[in-house]
């Protein structure tokens, strides 16, 4: 099994300290303490890291454009994960992946992070398509952002509500906003009418 | 002693600050919340990767902390700083009937975060009243404001175009934020099946095109970003710190403290006068008083009945200026989040670029040219969008390339109509006091309100027409739902200090003065008989400066 967090298990800081490389090349003094402590603290320890990293980067994988883990989603979720869930959140998230690794192992035998991509793509298409099934009336519905309000209860929320970042934290990511869609901060103009062509992408930083 | 004292410093406050100064009076304005100083203290310069957390305020925090402000539109961690904390800052309801007060306590009030869609009354507004018998009749009628409208819509800066329409009045209009390919359609496919029925751009408080007298405030052209929440760098919407505090400042007559929480009015009962005004220093809760010639109360509706019900003595023991009883009565919102939605899927190849800061207008045409079988009306705000990745991708199936081709690909038209209906006036939808303090010792509000058997017509109404026009246009409906949303949401508190005729009826006179205590003028959305189903902001400037004019002309004249 991956090293999933617990809620009560948080003595991550030894790693956590390594990870924010706080070695004694480095020295232990203020300066590389104060420069360790300006780093973001990871919230997963490694190989859960490696596990979203997996999950991240077969959602959205490198194309003609950089895919998640290049646009540092794995890393930003990991954030999330520290300054934004809540505890109940936390473990939604967690269970969720961990149920796409429980299938990797039960169906190839594998963590999924040691998969080919092309058969995590296959596994989690399937994982994915089942997760994302409409469900009875009642359960808590889909959607994590802003949207039309058009979002319908799912079978699997912890993974809708993972998926459903990882696209938030993507095409929100500078990455993205310049190379997959397009983005100005300052359009300067509005033009309410331009002409569709093969480039045209949609904009970006819109609330729907 | 100052000539004036203006309690609160929002979108009332800041135009009568404004005005006051202008004409001469040492004004002080009193704000509640913190400085912000206009520029430095935004958020709009954040990029969408710069923000924190996705833009997504802490879940703990959010539940703790804002358990009423997360449910309006525009909080997320950008605009964090412009909600009150409700954890905080609390009220009353009673069970089963939800009130959702929606604010921020500092300098410029929610005239930072406001929709800033900016519609006139129209004569058959100011007659509702009279004609079919709910609350009593406004004191003025359109005539009486109409100067008022110009020179705000002037001064502010009103996006818009002119129609020619009776329940939508015109004005003085920069250049509308244009119509996309698709809301052309959709407005020619409407007017062709419900003539009567207008489809407009929607009127807003953004520069199109700053004029020389915006530009020496130093406020510029809206630049389409669609960041207005956060606060505007450009001064590109009107606002109380891009706009009217600023005119206020130049005039050298201006006053602003900050962290004063305005406890009560003083009367002084040999004079019949209010003398001054109570406060309490929001840090360290230490209390002292500024006296002033006249005061002008702009706390917003809630907020102005908490002040007045609170200023009791011995000559009004129910509260200052309440010898009606009124004080508190007659809590007025819009029937809001009633929205349909539909696909067009017959829209037009094409695309737009920016995001501007509006959408489109539906004027009312229930009770105007069409019949309807409730009272008032309502009108719509809405676009016709291509929309983006939030709702082609998220929680839907599929990832990888085919996700990626999703997110790029321009989606189908999506038209969303959103309604905003009138509500009536009823002396039983009221603010009171409670017996808790909060933690400065004033006594907390009590809000019991809601919506009656009218405003559930117009809801059902605004969905059924609503469905209409996008069947109409070719479209099909994705979803509306009819019930209204919870009394509040609409951010259109009004009504609980209403002008009218009769003393025994009403609260203020046709000049927004207490008919109980003449130096006494309330010009926020207490002073509303009516609601229409326009949004009201614009029409609160314009009372706010018609009163300061009168009470300026009052003091000259030395009735003070």
């Known amino acids: 099994m991956p090293d999933l967090p617990s809620l009560d298990r948080r003595a991550l800081l030894g790693r956590a300290a390594l990870l924010l490389g706080v070695t004694a090349t480095g020295g232990f003094g203020a300066p590389a303490l104060a420069q360790a402590a300006?780093?973001?603290?990871?919230?997963?320890?490694?190989?859960?890291?490696?596990?979203?990293?997996?999950?991240?980067?077969?959602?959205?994988?490198?194309?003609?454009?950089?895919g998640a883990v290049a646009a540092r989603v794995p890393a930003l979720l990991d954030g999330l994960l520290a300054n934004w869930a809540s505890a109940t959140r936390k473990v939604e998230l967690a269970e969720a992946l961990t149920r796409i690794d429980q299938r990797a192992r039960d169906e190839q035998g594998k963590p999924f992070a040691e998969l080919a991509p092309e058969m995590r793509t296959a596994l989690l298409t399937v994982h994915d398509a089942e997760a994302l099934k409409p469900a009875p009336?009642?359960?808590s519905p889909a959607g994590a952002g802003l949207s039309l309000g058009l979002g319908t209860a799912v079978s699997d929320p912890g993974y809708a509500k993972l998926k459903d970042l990882i696209v938030i934290l993507y095409y929100s990511s500078e990455a993205a906003l310049t190379r997959e869609l397009s983005y100005e901060h300052a359009p300067g103009e509005w033009k309410p009418s331009i002409p569709v062509t093969p480039d045209t992408r949609p904009q970006g930083g819109t609330p729907f | 002693m100052f000539d004036a004292i203006v309690i609160g410093s929002g979108m009332s406050g800041g135009i009568a600050a404004k005005e006051l100064c202008e004409r001469g009076l040492k004004t002080l304005v009193i704000e509640r919340g913190r400085k912000i100083e206009h520029g430095t203290d935004y958020t709009d310069w954040m990029q969408p990767w710069e923000t924190p957390n996705a833009n997504m305020v802490p879940e703990e925090e959010l539940a703790r902390d804002y358990a009423i402000q997360r449910q309006c539109y525009a909080m997320s961690a950008a605009t964090q700083q412009y909600w009150v904390k409700d954890s905080e800052h609390p009220y009353t309801t009673p069970e089963n009937k939800p009130f959702s007060w929606i604010r921020g306590y500092h300098l410029g009030g929610r005239?930072?975060?406001w929709g800033r869609q900016s519609y006139r009354l129209a004569p058959m507004d100011f007659e509702a009243n009279a004609k079919d018998g709910h609350g009593v009749d406004w004191p003025i009628r359109y005539d009486d404001l109409a100067p008022w409208y110009d020179h705000i819509e002037r001064f502010i800066g009103v996006a818009g175009s002119k129609e020619g329409l009776e329940q939508l009045p015109d004005g003085e209009f920069l250049p509308p934020f244009g119509l996309n390919d698709a809301e052309i359609q959709f407005k020619q496919a409407v007017e062709a099946k419900f003539p009567g029925r207008k489809v407009i751009p929607g009127r807003v408080a953004n520069l199109s095109h700053a004029q020389p007298h915006h530009e020496e405030l130093g406020r510029t052209s809206c630049q389409n970003r669609s960041l207005c929440e956060r606060g505007c760098t450009l001064g590109a919407y009107h606002s109380s710190l891009s706009s009217s505090l600023p005119?206020?400042?130049?005039?050298?007559?201006?006053?602003?403290?900050?962290?004063?929480?305005?406890?009560?009015?003083?009367?002084?009962?040999?004079?019949?006068?209010?003398?001054?005004?109570?406060?309490?220093?929001?840090?360290?809760?230490?209390?002292s008083t500024y006296q002033a010639k006249l005061i002008f109360g702009c706390a917003s509706t809630i907020g102005t009945a908490q002040i007045l019900l609170n200023s009791k003595s011995d000559a009004f023991p129910n509260g200052l200026a309440n010898s009606s009883d009124m004080v508190g009565r007659n809590l007025m919102d819009h029937v809001y989040a009633v929205t349909v939605v539909g696909a067009l899927p017959g829209g037009p190849n094409s695309y737009y670029q920016g995001r501007r800061p509006t959408g489109l207008y539906?004027?009312?045409?229930?009770?105007?040219?069409?019949?309807?079988?409730?009272?008032?009306?309502?009108?719509?705000?809405?676009?016709?969008?291509?929309?983006?990745?939030?709702?082609?991708?998220?929680g839907k199936p599929g990832i990888g390339a085919e996700l990626k081709k999703r997110g790029r690909g321009l989606a189908p038209w999506v038209v969303a109509l959103g309604g905003f209906g009138e509500m009536l006036p009823d002396p039983d939808n009221r603010v009171t006091l409670s017996n808790t303090t909060d933690k400065w010792g004033i006594p907390i509000v009590h809000i019991d309100c809601a919506m009656g058997a009218n405003e559930h017509k117009i809801a059902e109404q605004i969905v059924a027409d609503g469905k209409a026009m996008i069947q109409a246009a070719g479209g099909f409906v994705l979803s509306g739902a009819s019930k209204p949303g919870v009394p509040g949401l609409g951010i259109h508190e009004m009504g609980t200090a209403r002008m009218g005729r009769d003393p025994r009826t009403s609260v203020l006179n046709k000049f927004n003065q207490a008919h109980d205590v003449p130096n006494?003028?309330?010009?926020?959305?207490?002073?509303?008989?009516?609601?229409?189903?326009?949004?009201?902001?614009?029409?609160?400037?314009?009372?706010?400066?018609?009163?300061?004019?009168?009470?300026?002309?009052?003091?000259?004249e030395g009735r003070f």
Not at chain 1, 47 to 65: G, H, M, N
Not at chain 2, 249 to 274: F, M, W
């Open chain 1, 137 to 139: 009336q009642g359960k």
């Open chain 2, 247 to 287: 005119a206020a400042e130049r005039t050298g007559n201006l006053t602003i403290v900050t962290d004063a929480i305005v406890h009560s009015i003083v009367h002084d009962p040999k004079t019949g006068k209010a003398t001054g005004v109570r406060v309490i220093d929001a840090k360290t809760k230490k209390g």
């Open chain 1, 38 to 66: 300006a780093q973001a603290k990871p919230f997963l320890a490694a190989p859960a890291f490696a596990l979203l990293s997996a999950v991240a980067d077969t959602i959205i994988p490198v194309t003609d454009t950089p």
């Open chain 2, 362 to 394: 539906i004027p009312r045409f229930r009770n105007v040219t069409e019949n309807g079988d409730f009272l008032r009306g309502f009108g719509y705000q809405g676009a016709v969008v291509r929309p983006g990745w939030r709702s082609t991708l998220l």
């Open chain 2, 111 to 113: 005239s930072l975060m």
């Open chain 2, 520 to 556: 006494l003028f309330i010009t926020d959305g207490s002073a509303m008989t009516s609601s229409g189903c326009q949004n009201p902001s614009l029409t609160y400037m314009a009372l706010s400066a018609r009163a300061a004019d009168h009470a300026a002309q009052l003091l000259k």
